[in-house]
């Protein structure tokens, strides 16, 4: 290889030079159309639904869990917190899994609104009990859920008002 280098003249070498820089911004090009993109987010809101424990599809597919609206709606039916399961499918309807996905990362964002009857303690933790579940294609046949990996995590509940409490509970400091 160093014998063609050394025989080329400027000219040639400086052609071959261009040539190997058009070749190397081509396939990056190319690369960046054509490839996926490694990572992407899509943004989910979860369906509220009563656990089921007798069934593990009622409980992991939120097509078919008993879906409620709001919490508030849990209380008026006295349904216990531990019962209650937000239930997240994905991907969206209509797209598919692959593969070849390198990991799954979710991220959960709780607005908790505040409530005068219900007495805030420091120090409190709110637990997390995570269930990953997943179910063959309809032309795998295997339509069942299968539990494939769960976690239990506790967290502390850190309430950070952003009105004043005197406010929110209607009392008048004055006098």
């Not at 219900?118 to 032309?139: P, T």
Request: contains cysteine; aromatic residues 10%.
């Amino acid at each position: 290889m160093a014998v063609i280098l050394e025989t080329l003249s400027l000219r040639s070498l400086l052609a071959f030079a261009f040539l190997l820089v058009g070749i190397l911004i081509t396939f990056f090009v190319v690369g960046g159309k054509i490839a996926p993109a490694p990572t992407s987010a899509t943004s989910h809101t979860a369906n509220i639904c009563v656990a089921n424990t007798s069934q593990l599809n009622s409980l992991l597919d939120p097509v078919t869990c008993f879906r409620i609206q709001d919490i508030k709606e849990a209380e008026k039916l006295h349904i216990r917190a531990d019962h209650v399961v937000f239930a997240i499918r994905f991907p969206h309807p209509g797209l598919s899994m692959s593969r070849w996905f390198q990991f799954v990362t979710s991220s959960i964002r709780l607005d908790i609104d505040y409530d005068r009857d219900h007495k805030y303690e420091k120090g409190a933790n709110l637990r997390f009990d995570a269930y990953l579940a997943y179910r063959g294609n309809k032309s795998s046949g295997s339509h069942e859920w299968h539990l494939w990996h769960e976690a239990h995590e506790d967290r502390p509940l850190n309430c950070e008002f952003t009105r004043s409490q005197v406010r929110m509970l209607g009392l008048n400091t004055r006098n």
